[in-house]
């Protein structure tokens, strides 16, 4: 099986900064693209931003400038450093995964989510 674990949320205060992990683990392959999703109450989860396995990166308007999206490919980790932090920044962060894994005697690509982070900015 393959498991996705976020950490590093938690309670700032407006214009600080968090930084997020999340490690990938299990009988994985390879880790095509990465990222981080958000879900702030009553709303729908958005994206906040990509990483290609080969780094390049995208990211939402509303995080442009801000934060940063970044991956260890040989510890199987992605990162999301966040600065500036809003307080419309407030929401459940979720790592998400395109996984190539083994299944008997072939491979399948899925994608995986992590468990979800809490971020809380305070005015």
């Known amino acids: 099986q393959v498991q996705l674990v976020e950490s590093g949320g938690g309670l700032v205060q407006a214009g600080g900064s968090l930084r997020l992990s999340c490690v990938a683990s299990?009988?994985?392959?390879?880790?095509?693209?990465m990222g981080w999703f958000r879900q702030a109450p009553g709303e729908q989860r958005e994206l906040v931003g990509t990483i290609t396995k080969g780094g390049s990166t995208n990211y939402a308007d509303s995080v442009r400038d801000r934060f940063t999206i970044s991956r260890d490919n040989a510890k199987n980790t992605v990162y999301l450093q966040m600065n500036s932090l809003k307080p419309e920044d407030t929401a459940v962060y979720y790592c998400?995964?395109?996984?190539?894994?083994?299944?008997?005697?072939?491979?399948?690509?899925?994608?995986?989510w992590g468990q979800g982070t809490q971020v809380t900015v305070s005015p």
């Open positions: 299990g009988n994985i392959v390879s880790i095509n693209d």
């Open positions: 998400n995964a395109q996984i190539r894994r083994r299944r008997l005697y072939t491979y399948i690509d899925e994608e995986y």
